[in-house]
Structures are given as C-alpha cells and as structure tokens.
C-alpha cells in the first residue's frame, strides 16, 4: 500500500528548532518530486518546500533560510528541519508525493503532525 | 511570486446543483493547475491535476477546464459528499495554493 506517515510534531518554545519525518511506504521516495504543505489553525493550505528527484529543493519565502527539506534514500523517509521557529509556523504538516514532474499533482499525503510554537 | 486567486470563497448550494469553482494566477502558468478537496480534519485529495485530467478514482462529475491565467472547476450534480472546501494549487513556478472556497449546504 501506498503510504506516508509523518512525526515530529509537538509544542516547541519560540526561537527552537524541530524535525520532523516522513516515512514512505509502497513507493520509493528518492524517485519522485516530494513536498510539505502545511495549514495553521482555521486557515488554507499553504506550500513549504519541495524537493524534486534530482535533489534540487525550493522554498516558500516565509521559511526560506530557517527550514531544509532532505530525504533519506536508505530509510525511505523525507525530512523537514525547522529552526528558527516562530508563533506563525504553527500549523498542521503535512507530507506529499507529487509524481515524477510538475503536472501530476500531490496525489499522495500523509495524517499531518502538528507543531505548535508557543511559550 | 505566483499569486492563486479563487472565487468565489464560499457558496450554498443544494444536492444535484451545478457548481463552477474559478482560479485566476497572477501570471500564466500554462496548465500547470491542481484541484484539491479538503474535509475537515483531514488530508487534501487531489481530484484533477495539469487542469484538466481526471486523477483515477475520482467520479467524473468531476472536471477541469482551462490554461494561462483562468481555470474552472465543475462539478456537474452536487453529491452530500462533495461538501467540502476546494483549493487550486500552481505548479508553473514553485507551488502556491489558492485561498480555498468553502461549498456549503443551502
């Protein structure tokens, strides 16, 4: 079956870091193009970051320089390194499969883990 | 950056209404367009992706139209499981979602 289960989230101080894991089953990670999206309370989806294939990653700028996006080929798993962490990045992650290109959308996702940054 | 404008952001309608979603980008992004659907406490599902194509296994009172800057999403004959919100999401340029329309029952 065809799966991703995320974790990592929790309650973590203003200014901390955390990371959190994306473990993939049923499909090999490090042959498609994977993204986390995430969407605070009450509001809309919002794209993070994404990495494609080729190891080539992209970044929403209100993340860019405090998150990084890596996979681990030998365990099947996408990670999302949070530093620098602020009130308005609590929000529910969610891990996503996007195909081999652009055009084939995000037609896999995990539950979502939840971080919630207060003091 | 790609703005995703989508309207309108809520609409009531009734089991076996006829219901268009639009989706304005700020710039073309050829048929780069995505339609998720979100239940609450949910994942997204995606529904159509490059625009136009059916993902499998999604009901074909499902469709999606256009390319450039305007995209369309139907959904022919409203079901009680469509009540849902709707998000279109580009990815001509990085990814970027739409603000999302909420369809409620009427």
């Known amino acids: 079956e065809v799966q991703l289960v995320e974790s990592g989230g929790g309650l973590i101080q203003p200014g901390g870091s955390l990371r959190l894991s994306c473990a993939a089953s049923g499909f090999i990670v490090s042959n498609n193009y994977m993204s986390w999206v995430r969407q605070a309370p009450g509001k809309g989806l919002e794209w993070v970051s994404v990495i494609y294939s080729g190891g080539t990653t992209y970044y929403a700028d209100s993340v860019k320089g405090r998150f990084t996006i890596s996979r681990d080929n030998s365990k099947n798993t996408l990670y999302l390194q949070m530093n620098s962490l602020r009130a308005e990045d609590t929000a529910v992650y969610f891990c996503a499969r996007e195909g081999t290109n652009e055009r084939y959308g995000m037609d896999v996702w995990g539950q979502g883990t939840t971080v919630t940054v207060s003091s | ?106």
């Open chain 2, 1 to 106: 950056d790609i703005q995703m404008t989508q309207s309108p952001s809520s609409l009531a309608a009734s089991v076996g209404d006829r219901v268009t979603i639009t989706c304005r980008a700020s710039q073309s992004i050829s048929s780069y367009l995505n339609w998720y659907q979100q239940k609450p406490g949910k994942a997204p599902k995606l529904l159509i992706y490059a625009a136009s194509s059916l993902q499998s296994g999604v009901p074909s009172r499902f469709s999606g139209s256009g390319s450039g800057t305007d995209f369309t999403l139907t959904i022919s004959s409203l079901q009680p499981e469509d009540f849902a919100t709707y998000y279109c999401q580009q990815s001509y340029n990085t990814r970027t979602f739409g603000q999302g329309t909420k369809v409620e029952i009427k």
